[in-house]
Nanobody, 119 residues
């Protein structure tokens, strides 16, 4: 069973930065894709960025401020967040998708890490 564990959340002032980490128990290249999401209470889960096929795409809400990177040797994915604003306050989650035979898909989620942005 694959486990994803996020870390690095915390409280930061507006304009500040944080780096979130996602540790995978499986090799990250065993996944068809990996992504960062965030969940704000009462709102749909928002995908922030998706890594697939060697490329990374970002949601407009974070483009230019957030950057996803990966370290295959450590089986880690990171989310560097800059110029954080109060509206970025959320639980941030790591996601990975694995493909099986045919259309078989398995999605894995971490437990999430809280990010709070306030003055």
């Amino acid at each position: 069973q694959v486990q994803l564990v996020e870390s690095g959340g915390g409280s930061v002032q507006p304009g500040g930065s944080l780096r979130l980490s996602c540790a995978s128990s499986a090799g990250i290249f065993s996944f068809a894709s990996m992504a960062w999401y965030r969940q704000i209470l009462g709102r749909p889960r928002e995908r922030l960025g998706l890594v697939t096929g060697g490329s990374t795409t970002y949601a407009d809400s974070v483009k230019g401020r957030f950057t996803i990177s990966r370290d295959s040797a450590k089986n880690m994915m990171y989310l560097d967040m800059n110029n954080l604003q109060p509206e970025d306050t959320a639980v941030y989650l790591c996601n990975a998708e694995r493909h099986g035979k045919g259309w078989d898909r398995t999605f894995y989620w971490g437990q999430g890490t809280q990010v709070t942005v306030s003055a």
